[in-house]
C-alpha cells in the first residue's frame, strides 16, 4: 500500500511541476510574443521547425500541429540541417528552433547557416541569455524553474513548456487566418 501512495504522490508532483510551469508561461506572453506571431501571419513561404534532441521530437509534433491549423510547416533535425539539409530552407520561410539551453553545438553551428539564407529565425528557448537568442529575430520565451526529473536531467517539464508555446503560437495563426475546416 506504502508504493501505491509513493507512485500516486510521485505521478502527483510531476502534474503539478509541468502545470505550475505552463501557467508561468503566461508571464512571457507579451508585445513580442504578439509580434512575432503578427511576422509569421505574413510569412510568403513556410514555417521550418528545428530542434535537435528532446526538442526535435517536440518540433515535428508543433510542424504537425501547424499543418492541421493551416499554417505550411516542415519539420527539420538540427543535426540533418547542418549536414545538408539546409537546401530546403528558402528565402521567403521563417525557421523556428526549439531548444531548452539555446548554446548546443549544433544549434551553433546552424543559426549562422539559417542566417545566411535571409529568413527570419525565431528561438523558442528556455535560455533568453543563450547564443540562440541573441542571434534571433523573435524570442518566444519557455523558460522553466526545473524539470519534473528528479535530477533535473530529463527533458520533461520543459518539452512540455515548448509544446504549449507551440500550440498557442498555432492556434493565434489559426485565428488570425481565420482558418475554417470544411466538413
Do not use: W
Request: with cysteine; glycine share 6%; proline share 3%.
Amino acid at each position: 500500500m506504502k508504493l501505491t501512495k509513493n507512485i500516486i504522490t510521485i505521478a502527483k508532483n510531476v502534474l503539478q511541476n509541468e502545470s505550475d510551469a505552463i501557467k508561468n508561461l503566461l508571464n512571457h506572453i507579451n508585445d513580442d510574443f504578439e509580434a512575432c506571431i503578427r511576422s509569421l501571419v505574413d510569412v510568403k513561404g513556410r514555417i521550418i521547425v528545428t530542434g535537435i534532441g528532446k526538442s526535435a521530437h517536440i518540433a515535428s509534433k508543433i510542424v504537425a500541429t501547424l499543418n492541421s491549423t493551416g499554417t505550411p510547416a516542415i519539420y527539420m533535425h538540427a543535426a540533418d540541417a547542418i549536414h545538408g539539409d539546409i537546401g530546403m530552407i528558402q528565402k521567403e520561410d521563417a525557421v523556428i528552433c526549439i531548444s531548452k539551453s539555446g548554446n548546443t553545438p549544433e544549434i551553433k553551428v546552424l543559426v549562422p547557416l539559417v542566417k545566411r539564407t535571409g529568413c527570419q529565425l525565431i528561438a523558442l528557448v528556455g535560455n533568453t541569455d543563450s547564443y540562440l537568442a541573441s542571434h534571433s529575430d523573435f524570442i518566444l520565451n519557455a523558460s522553466i524553474d526545473k524539470e519534473a526529473c528528479p535530477l533535473n536531467l530529463a527533458p520533461t517539464t520543459s518539452t512540455t513548456a515548448a509544446l504549449a508555446l507551440g500550440d498557442a503560437l498555432a492556434i493565434c495563426l489559426l485565428e488570425l487566418r481565420n482558418f475554417l475546416v470544411v466538413s
